[in-house]
């Protein structure tokens, strides 16, 4: 069993918590474990909570991964709209279940159709696009 905790620890707690040191601090300086500073401090109704701080920290981190995230699906947008516009090569291999496919006014590839079938209505760029932007205005 360890010493018995005397006078001198609690009071040095008590001035510690009053100084802001958290409780590893104080257990490293008066030399016993941090159960046993946290079970000193509840005894003086002292707490070791740091509410407001922790809650600052946690919605700093929240809003840093929603920006994250709101970034990386900007990218990912940016990227499928390069893929959606680029021309598409004609090729035996460029066929999907025997239907070949071919590309459309806006370089998209469209299932080839037989001329029996209603026309498609005219397919436009979406507006938010700077790369369908840009092929809109050199037409």
Partial sequence: MGRPITETDRRAVRR???AGMTRNAIAKKIK???STVSNLAAQMDL????GPEVIAAIEARR???AARRAQDLHDDAE???VQLWEPMA???AATANGTRLISSAHGSPTNAR???SPPRPARRAP???VRCSERSARR
């Fill in 16 to 18: 510690h918590h009053a």
């Fill in 114 to 116: 037989s001329s029996s």
């Fill in 90 to 92: 004609s090729s035996p």
């Fill in 47 to 50: 707490s070791f909570e740091r």
């Fill in 63 to 65: 809003i840093d991964l």
């Fill in 79 to 81: 990227k499928l709209c």
């Fill in 127 to 129: 507006s938010g696009c």
């Fill in 32 to 34: 016993r474990s941090p």
